[in-house]
């Protein structure tokens, strides 16, 4: 075990949703397979009441709903509730913070991870607290979950709030989609196969399409969602990061400096988005009333009880202006309440510069489909002749070649994203953890177009809810030559 492994780690926000959900579930799976450090103690934090036994009982209950039945065992549960311990933290008081920070001086053996997983308001409070009890110090770091900020000027604030307490290199910005198995293998299939990086370029690539599609509404976060909207909640941040993923150059080794260095190259070459080019540029929409899977839902208006412009929807024709990458179109989009959930990256290749074949052979350009959820599949068309004597010309038909890993990998339990971020933040690993000046930069490009928006009066426009989104969606594609891959 190396030295700096953390023998507490401590949440912060205990009770919520995404705790119950992800994070209580992720720690039960890295308990079951070992890998929680043999003396490591978590303590949970919440402004309820509660006392050690009940937060048990509370976490109990949790994991009998959010893992699967056959994956519980009561040993791992008692082994998992033996580490764990409660402590009610009211943190816009000092009283409560100084006896929460008693607590921790008692509990402490060595490192120290506190995870933040709050409202960002309380990230502020919460790390002054911790180093104003000497509690942020060497051996120490901290997960902050997203949203930092709402804005480039608020995610300054947080950030420079929570540098007087924590130095960058023990800050880890969560993005819950650097953790997905889906998203780790599409650097397995840049970095570690020779083939695809000949042709990663302008030379070869027409267009990439980074779609993440979601059919859920806003599902009772309608207040949080409708001051933020697809554009700050989806595009500043996980699409961003798919976006620096599949466009980065390789960076010289797997670390956090050499990987966020790359990043931060392709951030920087973000074409700025004006208001005089952003209704071709962008596309914004909100779902109204529609069926999904047969069944009838409302609108967003109706969602929230309330009026609003709010987007639910975004699609922007994103340009990365560097040698590698200039003059393709990098297509970003993402909604609720669309026809299905799906993530995907596509990657179309150019055309066949040549028919030998003649006009009546129609070939299609080749493309590489990576699909990170919910199926994790990678898939490559190509074209191949049909059977026939082709007497009037050689017919094609696009044949896949197609690679399912919940497949190949049946046997493998398939890990939620927590799982490897807690385990790398309970080790020290920041690699899949975000910097200050990347979570800046997005939100720097992000802002001007939303403040494009303001300046050209783009307003949302409608589109029924189980569908693919606004018909500004696929003009906005159209207007390219292109078509939004919806398979
Ligand atoms: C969160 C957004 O960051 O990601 C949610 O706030 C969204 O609005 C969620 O639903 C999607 O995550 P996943 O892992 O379900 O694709």
């Keep these: 075990m190396a030295s700096n492994t953390a023998q507490l780690f401590v949440i912060f926000g205990a009770t919520g949703d995404l705790s119950q959900r992800m994070l209580l579930p992720s720690m039960y799976g890295l308990q079951c397979d070992g890998l929680l450090p043999d003396n490591m103690q978590i303590l949970g934090s919440g402004r309820t009441e509660m006392d050690d036994e009940e937060f048990r009982e509370f976490v109990r209950t949790a994991l009998k709903e959010f893992v699967k039945d056959d994956e519980l065992t009561d040993a791992n549960v008692k082994a998992l509730t033996d580490r764990i311990h409660y402590q009610a933290a009211d943190v816009g008081d000092a009283t409560s913070m100084k006896s929460f920070a008693d607590k921790i001086n008692a509990m402490r053996r060595g490192d120290v991870v506190y995870h ?94 980074i779609t993440i599609a979601e059919t859920v509404g806003v599902e009772g976060r309608g207040d949080y969602y409708d001051g933020s909207g697809a554009m700050r909640d989806m595009l500043q941040n996980h699409l961003l990061q798919l976006l620096c993923l599949t466009a980065m150059e390789p960076p010289a080794h797997f670390d956090p400096t050499s990987v966020r260095n790359e990043k931060i190259k392709v951030l920087s070459s973000l074409r700025p988005i004006n ?13 109204t009333a529609g069926a999904m899977n047969g069944e009838a839902v409302p609108g967003y208006i109706e969602d929230l009880g309330k009026d609003s412009d709010t987007e639910t929807f975004v699609a922007v024709r994103a340009q990365v202006d560097n040698w590698r990458w200039r003059g393709v179109p990098f297509y970003l989009r993402t909604g609720k309440r669309m026809a299905d959930r799906a993530t995907t990256i596509y990657i179309q290749f150019k055309e066949v510069p040549h028919s030998i074949f003649g006009p009546a052979s129609k070939t299609k350009p080749n493309a590489l489909v990576i699909r990170l959820q919910p199926e994790e599949k990678i898939e490559l068309n190509l074209m191949s002749k049909t059977p026939g004597l082709d007497r009037h010309g050689l017919k094609f038909s696009e044949v896949s070649l197609d690679f399912d890993m919940q497949e190949k990998f049946k046997s493998l339990r398939r890990r939620p994203a927590y799982e490897r971020l807690y385990l790398d933040a309970i080790e020290g690993n920041g690699t899949l953890f975000v910097r200050r000046d990347e979570t800046e930069m997005a939100w720097e490009w992000v802002d001007t177009i939303i403040a494009s928006w303001q300046e050209a009066g783009l307003k949302c426009t409608n589109y029924a809810a189980g569908t693919w989104g606004p018909t500004t969606s696929t003009n906005l594609i159209a207007r390219n030559g292109h078509e939004w891959y919806d398979r």
């Design 275 to 287: 208001e005089h080019h952003v209704a071709i540029e962008t596309a914004r929409g909100q779902y």
């Design 116 to 209: 933040l997983s709050t409202a960002p308001r309380f990230y502020e409070p919460i790390t002054k607290a911790l180093a104003d009890n000497d509690l942020s110090g060497a051996g120490t770091r901290v997960m902050l979950e997203k949203p930092i900020g709402f804005s480039l000027e608020t995610a300054q604030e947080i950030n420079t709030a929570v540098a007087k307490a924590f130095e960058e290199d023990r800050i880890y910005r969560v993005d819950h989609y650097l953790g997905k198995e889906g998203v780790q293998n599409l650097l397995a299939l840049r970095f570690g196969n020779a083939l695809f990086e000949p042709l990663w370029n302008a030379r070869y690539i027409e267009q990439v399409q």
